[in-house]
């Protein structure tokens, strides 16, 4: 199977949210479907159902989670520099409107753009990867076409 490159702060946040769905969340789904059961007559007890759904949940959740964490290939990007690749934080600017950006480029699983974690596989990512500080990238974007600078990389 193919490794998942991952920084580290994103394994340590899925890993943690691991270990909290098994500690916190699953035992708590079990006491709650215990609890409904209690109530008698499971087909018409929505409580029951609905604590079952929720376990399905979070069981799919922890397999899922696990199967990442086993192949996850975390990089320590605090070791990297030069031109942009994995894990670097760039800082760019909109040519057309001015406006800075940041953006760190990580993994799938860890991207989120409203935290300015950007997926590699995105276009804005590979139109950045291999260049450098002073270039500029043109990106299509479903928008139209965008140019950017790059202001500054940085690898922490």
């Known amino acids: 199977m193919e490794k998942i490159p991952m920084t580290r702060s994103g394994f340590d946040r899925l ?3 691991l270990k909290v ?4 969340e699953r035992p708590a789904i079990i006491r709650a479907i215990a609890e409904a059961r209690e109530h008698g007559d499971l087909s018409e007890n929505a409580e029951y ?3 079952r759904e ?3 949940f979070i069981e799919g959740r922890i397999k899922e989670l696990e199967a990442v964490i086993s ?3 975390v990089i320590d990007v605090s070791k990297l520099s030069g031109t942009i690749k994995f894990g670097a934080t760039v800082t760019l600017v909109d040519e057309d ?3 800075e950006k940041t953006y760190q480029i990580v993994g799938e699983t860890e991207a989120n753009i409203e935290r300015n974690l950007l997926n590699i596989r995105s276009p804005l990512a590979r139109a950045l990867i291999g260049k450098d ?6 990106v299509v974007t479903p ?3 965008r140019s950017y600078e790059i202001l500054t990389i940085r690898y922490s």
Do not use: F, R, T
């Open 133 to 138: 500080e002073g270039d500029s990238v043109e």
């Open 15 to 17: 890993d943690e949210e």
């Open 143 to 145: 928008g139209g076409k």
């Open 21 to 24: 769905l098994k500690s916190v």
């Open 49 to 51: 159902h609905s604590a």
């Open 71 to 73: 192949l996850a290939e």
């Open 97 to 99: 409107s001015e406006e």
């Open 54 to 56: 929720k376990q399905s």
